[in-house]
């Protein structure tokens, strides 16, 4: 009976319109009420849940990628990736990917991608001709690879959710050859789409063009290194490494690019800020709620439901996907890690998945969510930046989708494109 006030309550709030958070947060008090547990116990989940060191890093992550928006990076690595990739078949849909590569490495989040490469991307291929579907579903679809890349943040959170036990420089490498296999392979559907559209092909700029861009998007590419070759060699904590990042941003932006007003700093700060504060809400109430599931035995249960439908890991990992595709269409990214992450990996790991594996699975499952309506926030972003309905943009947007699927596939069911490079590591 409490699993059914539990997610009852849940659902309930979720479909009338209530903040996540206080979906997570009700549902757990009237959870907790049925069970005749003292309320004091959700606001000792939901402040443990908060009081985590490694959530230090996540602040310090979009504080730094908010300044390096304001400050001119994406435009200077946007030109890079369009000297580099411009001129093949709809060359812009592929600067459009190769900029998400770049600009997530220095973010770490997938809405920022979309509103910053998308903001400068999409006005462009609209004037050269390109569809604004074509130019929207490539800007949406490849904001996930920033997920995949370091700095993500939700790897940080998948860490914490899982108990702190999986290394966080780990996650970070393991989601490299994912990103760089999901841009790939969007880069080929862009070029797909964009030959049987009959999009035109830009004229190569050339090498001394190519390596004067370089030469001007070099200081933000550097932080992507810091931030990862620290955390890899264990120089520095994701914590240390987040302070590091703003600290460099500032002196890029400020002393080096002098594009970061004063009033944008402001900004920024303040967006920061205001960002911080929804999503530590949001993980402290999902820490009450995950503390529940556990303690009502959910995931063991799941474990035996799951043997009882199959033995084989392949249709297991199969049915996980295909829960977790659902419920990303309807919940944002970091509730979903923070909820589904105790409920999950028990069963992953019951099946012989590593679990710095399923970190990549999930986290990749949940970025296509982002993608797909009804609650597909960056889908939203993208179809804001682009002013196109969301019906508009579904109707096209298939072949970017199967790409992003077809990955998903793959590295589901072939653990060394996300074990080998931190093996390597070690």
């Known amino acids: 009976m409490e699993l059914y006030i539990l997610f009852g309550t849940f659902s309930f709030l979720l479909l009338i319109g209530t903040p996540v958070a206080f979906c997570l947060g009700v549902s757990s008090f009237a959870t907790i009420a049925y069970l005749g ?10 402040n443990s849940g908060v009081s985590v060191f490694a959530l230090m890093a996540i602040p310090f992550f979009i504080y730094a990628g908010d300044l390096m928006v304001r400050g ?47 903001g400068l991307m999409v006005p462009q291929m609209k004037e050269r001709g390109y569809g604004v579907d074509y130019a929207v579903n490539i800007t949406v679809v490849s904001s996930i690879i920033a997920l995949l890349l370091p700095p993500s943040h939700n790897m940080i959170i998948y860490s914490i959710a899982a ?12 989601g490299i050859i994912p990103g760089f296999l999901l841009a790939i392979s969007l880069m080929v559907a862009a070029w797909w789409v964009a030959k049987k559209r009959g999009y035109p092909v830009q004229k190569f700029q050339g090498f001394r063009i190519m390596g004067a861009l370089f030469v001007s998007a070099l200081p933000g590419l550097i932080m992507v290194a810091i931030i990862f070759g620290g955390v890899r060699s264990g120089v520095f ?21 002098k594009t970061l007003s004063f009033s944008d700093f402001v900004e920024a700060t303040i967006a920061a800020v205001r960002t911080t504060a929804m999503v530590l809400l949001v993980i402290g109430c999902a820490a009450a709620f995950g503390w529940l599931l556990a303690y009502t035995r959910v995931p063991s249960s799941l474990v035996v439901l799951l043997k009882s439908v199959s033995e084989n890991p392949i249709v297991i ?43 990549v699975i999930l986290i990749l499952n949940l970025g296509i969510g982002l993608c797909t309506p009804p609650v597909g926030a960056v889908l939203f972003v993208g179809c804001a ?42």
């Open 37 to 46: 547990l003292p309320p004091v116990v959700v606001f000792q989940r939901l």
């Open 72 to 118: 001119d990076i994406a435009r200077r690595l946007v030109s890079l990736a369009e000297a580099f990739v411009g001129h093949f078949r709809g060359g812009l849909g592929q600067v459009n990917v190769l900029s998400s590569v770049m600009f997530g490495g220095v973010s770490g989040s997938a809405a920022a991608d979309a509103s910053a490469v998308g």
């Open 163 to 174: 108990g702190g036990r999986i290394s966080i420089a780990d996650l970070f490498t393991a």
């Open 237 to 257: 904590t994701a914590s240390e490494s987040s302070n590091i990042a703003v600290v460099y941003a500032l002196i890029v932006t400020f002393f080096v690019y």
């Open 317 to 359: 990992l199969l049915l996980l996907n295909i829960v977790l595709l659902m419920l990303g269409t309807f919940m944002d990214m970091s509730p979903l890690i923070v909820i589904t992450t105790p409920i999950f990996l028990p069963v992953a790991t019951a099946f012989g998945v590593d679990p710095v594996h399923f970190g």
């Open 385 to 426: 930046v682009g002013r196109i309905s969301i019906w508009e943009a579904m109707k096209s947007i298939w072949p970017f989708y199967g790409a992003a699927v077809g990955v998903l596939m793959l590295v589901t069911y072939i653990p060394t494109l996300s074990l080998w490079l931190p093996s390597v590591f070690k």
